[in-house]
């Protein structure tokens, strides 16, 4: 059985950090393409940060979080982070991890086979 499970979110004044994990298991987790995904109240979901299997390579960010947003993973402890830093009041939202994504260098998304966690909090006050 798969689960993918976050952790780490919390509120947080603007400007400042805060760093995600997510653990998946149940899979080979280094032969997944994995990423992060937020949605906002009365938004789409959106994926905003996403890296490929094995070595991790190629990774895929939006432009709302370029610049800010730093992902990577430790495939010897099936664990994917998100270093978030200078956050915005903007970046408030539930923050899903993603097992099994369509990548490249410019976009990132789901499959029909893709697993998700429940998700993780992130309120940024301005």
């Known amino acids: 059985q798969v689960q993918v499970v976050e952790s780490g979110g919390g509120l947080v004044q603007a400007g400042g950090s805060l760093r995600l994990s997510c653990t998946a298991s149940g899979l080979s987790f280094e032969t997944y393409n994995m990423g992060w995904f937020r949605q906002a109240p009365g938004k789409e979901r959106e994926g905003i940060s996403c890296?490929?299997?094995?070595?991790?390579?190629?990774?895929y960010s939006a432009d709302s979080v370029k610049g800010r947003f730093t992902i990577s993973r430790d495939n010897a402890k099936k664990t994917l982070y998100l270093q978030m830093d200078n956050l915005k009041p903007e970046d408030t939202a539930m923050y899903y991890c993603?097992?099994?994504?369509?990548?490249?260098?410019?976009?990132?998304?789901?499959?029909?086979?893709?697993?998700w966690g429940e998700g993780t909090q992130v309120t940024v006050s301005s």
């Open positions: 890296i490929i299997y094995g070595s991790g390579n190629t990774k």
């Open positions: 993603a097992a099994g994504l369509q990548l490249s260098s410019t976009r990132c998304g789901s499959r029909g086979d893709t697993y």
